[in-house]
């Protein structure tokens, strides 16, 4: 079973409208950290925003927000007043920490479009 | 100085050749990781390192040999590659092993650029 799913491989979403990416993960780690990720056409993967499992509020980050539903281990990441720049590869990735291991897990990403 | 900056940016290579990648981080981290990510596929694990030791590597085949002299640098070399290794391969740095008391301090990965690496 894939640990991270992300079931968008593209989104459209207008300038200036909110975008919400879908990632749910599945991991039996009581303790684990959420991360998303963006990745321009350039390549380079820029952190956006962390979670980790035992925070109870959502994590926020300027305009992104993460919609963190831990029954349901979902951690949705939310986009508000999207930008052209913000056209990009999304990915989100899990880090499990019971195994001690450091490495993150990647889903399969988004592809997010901006369009004017 | 960016965070962390990779060498060269862009590869391409014969079969029989040897190559290097190079990482640098100048944050201060002493967690180092190469990832691979090829067309279609998530970003996959290849090493890990702490403190100069590689702590995880996985199942990855020899023809890629990474070296890590000390926390600020991490090489790749590549040997006798398939052009099934084409691919994106992308150096990161954490902070782990570094206990903070802040968890996104330490587990956050920042990644370099990437190399684009073409095999022919």
């Known amino acids: 079973a894939q640990k991270i799913t992300q079931t968008q491989p593209g989104m459209f979403v207008q300038e200036k409208e909110a975008v919400t990416l879908d990632c749910t993960y599945d991991?039996?780690?009581?303790?684990?950290?959420l991360f998303w990720y963006k990745q321009p056409s350039s390549g380079e993967m820029i952190f956006l925003i962390y979670q980790g499992s035992y925070d109870e509020q959502n994590a926020t980050e300027g305009r992104y927000s993460l919609n963190f539903q831990k029954a349901r281990k979902s951690a949705n990441l939310v986009i508000s007043a999207s930008q052209l720049g913000d056209s990009a590869m999304y990915f989100c990735?899990?880090?499990?920490?019971?195994?001690?291991?450091?490495?993150?897990?990647f889903g399969s990403g988004t592809r997010l479009q901006v369009q004017p | 100085e960016t965070g962390v900056t990779q060498t060269p940016r862009h590869l391409v290579m014969g079969m029989t050749n040897k190559k290097s990648l190079k990482c640098e981080q100048h944050?201060?981290?002493?967690?180092m990781y190469w990832y691979k990510q090829s067309a279609k596929k998530p970003l996959e694990l290849m090493f890990v390192y702490n403190f100069k030791e590689q702590t995880e590597n996985n199942s990855v085949p020899s023809r890629f040999s990474p070296e890590c002299p000390n926390s600020s640098h991490l090489f790749l070399h590549l040997h006798t590659l398939q052009p099934e290794d084409s691919a994106l391969y992308l150096c990161?740095?954490?902070?782990?092993?570094?206990?903070?008391?802040?968890?996104?301090?330490?587990?956050?990965?920042?990644f370099g650029p990437g190399t684009r690496l073409l095999v022919l």
């Open positions: 990735a899990m880090r499990e920490r019971d195994t001690g291991r450091r490495a993150l897990t």
């Open positions: 944050l201060g981290h002493n967690a």
């Open positions: 991991t039996s780690d009581q303790s684990y950290g």
């Open positions: 990161a740095s954490s902070q782990d092993g570094i206990r903070t008391g802040k968890l996104a301090e330490q587990e956050t990965q920042y």
